[in-house]
């Protein structure tokens, strides 16, 4: 099956949130090719980078069930396609 990059952008509002967060990572964990996490203290949240290389259907899905977490914010972006010549 065909795979695509891409990387989802994850702001968590409430630390408390972040244990089903978590859980969903583990649970795509297969195809996370890496994460990058960062808590902004002063301002109470966290900022998470996730590189990902899975089907189209699969990476919808993860990040589809990050947005409806409480208090988390996620945005997915992809490389162009290559050019069909």
Do not use: C, F, W
């Amino acid at each position: 099956m065909e795979t695509r990059l891409a990387l989802i952008g994850i702001i968590v509002g409430k630390r408390d949130e972040t244990t089903k967060l978590n859980e969903l990572l583990h649970e795509y964990g297969q195809y996370i090719v890496g994460r990058m996490g960062i808590p902004y203290k002063d301002k109470d949240i966290n900022v998470i980078s996730i590189i990902i290389d899975a089907p189209q259907d699969t990476i919808s899905a993860l990040s589809g069930k990050l947005g409806m977490l409480p208090d988390v914010s996620t945005k997915t972006i992809y490389p162009p396609l290559p050019q069909q010549r």
